[in-house]
Each structure stands twice: as C-alpha cells, then as structure tokens.
C-alpha cells in the first residue's frame, strides 16, 4: 500500500494495485469503422447521458459507459466543449419518421474515447474530417469569445442617476447662471462704513 500522507479514508485510492502496471498508452484512439464518428459535448445531463454535435451536423443523446465512471473517472472526465468519439447504435430506430402526436427521439450513441487538448492538436493532424463543425459548437469558446464588457452597465441606484443628471447638467452649457445685481444704494452704504481692525 502506499504511504498515507495526506490522512483521511482518500489515500486508498491511490493504491499499488490502481497504478502499478496501468501505464497509459500514448496511442491515439481513431475511428476505425463507420459506425465511429466524432463529436463535441454540448450539454451535460443526469443518469451519465449527455447531448453531443457530431461530426455529421446531428445532435445524439451520449450514453456514458460504466469504463468512465468510478476509477476511470479520473482520467476521463466528460464535460462541455470536450471532444468525444462516439459509436452509434445501428440497432436504434430514432430515424423514423413521426407523427404529430408522437415526441421525436434523439438518436442515441455510446461514449469510445474523450480527448485531451494535446489530442486535439493530433487529431487534427493526422485525421481528414472537417473539423470546423465542432469548433463552431465549441460551448468553451463560445462563452469565452462572448465576454462582455462592464463598461455597457451602470450598476447604480435611482438616487446615483438623478445625482449624476444633475451634476452633467452643471457642467454644460444649457444650465443657466443665476446672478444676483445688488442695488447702488446698498453698494454706496457698505462702501461709507469702513471697517476698523483695531476695533475688533
């Protein structure tokens, strides 16, 4: 067993006989038959099923097999924007044609592989697919190219505004100056009254 540093019921999982003989090929999992297609998740769902674009324009519901799930979790994390290679289920009837009554199913699939970023970079050198239908349904970009900027926002309240109105309104030109013309009679007696310091 390994040595528990770190304490707590966590360090069995890093056990000897969970590492030791399971070195992870460099291989990198291609599609080899036509029931193989490419993919990208779009959306993450409950009972380990997901939505993926593939590679052919249609969305299908992704079933995650029990080999991603527990210990193979950990290496295989399934999440959006991850590109995944999925098999379809020639068995599955979702094509047919409905009714109005009846709901249309999504044609559902199984997960093969889920990529690394490094995979991604190796896929798209060694495989002829295009390529561009799952950068463009890419839900990591998407968010990322659509940032927003703060300055379109004004977080302030009614008072703030209101405040802010009157302060622009000062400072341009359409406020009026109001003065205030003292008569000559009061001008002529402060003018007579002089003011003695030595008095006060």
């Excluded at 999925?86 to 249309?104: C, F, H, M, P, Q």
């Excluded at 295009?130 to 968010?143: A, F, G, H, P, T």
Aim: glycine share 8%; net charge negative.
């Amino acid at each position: 067993m390994v040595k528990n540093t770190h304490g707590g019921s966590g360090h069995k999982k890093f056990g000897r006989k969970f590492t030791a003989g399971v070195s992870k090929s460099n291989k990198l999992r291609v599609s080899e038959d036509e029931g193989e297609i490419y993919g990208i998740v779009t959306k993450l769902l409950g009972n380990n099923m997901f939505h993926c674009f593939c590679i052919d324009g249609i969305i299908r519901l992704g079933h995650i097999r029990g080999k991603f799930t527990g210990r193979g979790k950990r290496d295989n994390m399934v999440e959006g924007g991850k590109w995944v290679l999925i098999g379809l289920r020639e068995w599955d009837n979702s094509d047919a044609s409905s009714t109005a009554k009846t709901k249309v199913k999504m044609q559902q699939c199984d997960l093969l592989e889920v990529y690394t970023d490094s995979d991604k970079m190796r896929l798209r050198d060694s495989e002829m697919e295009d390529w561009v239908q799952l950068d463009m349904n890419d839900v990591s970009k998407i968010s990322k190219d659509s940032e927003c900027s703060y300055e379109e926002f004004a977080f302030a309240t009614d008072k703030d505004i209101e405040r802010q109105k009157l302060i622009d309104e000062m400072k341009s030109a359409t406020a009026e100056k109001i003065t205030m013309k003292l008569s000559e009679k009061i001008d002529e007696d402060v003018a007579e009254e002089e003011i003695n310091i030595d008095d006060i």
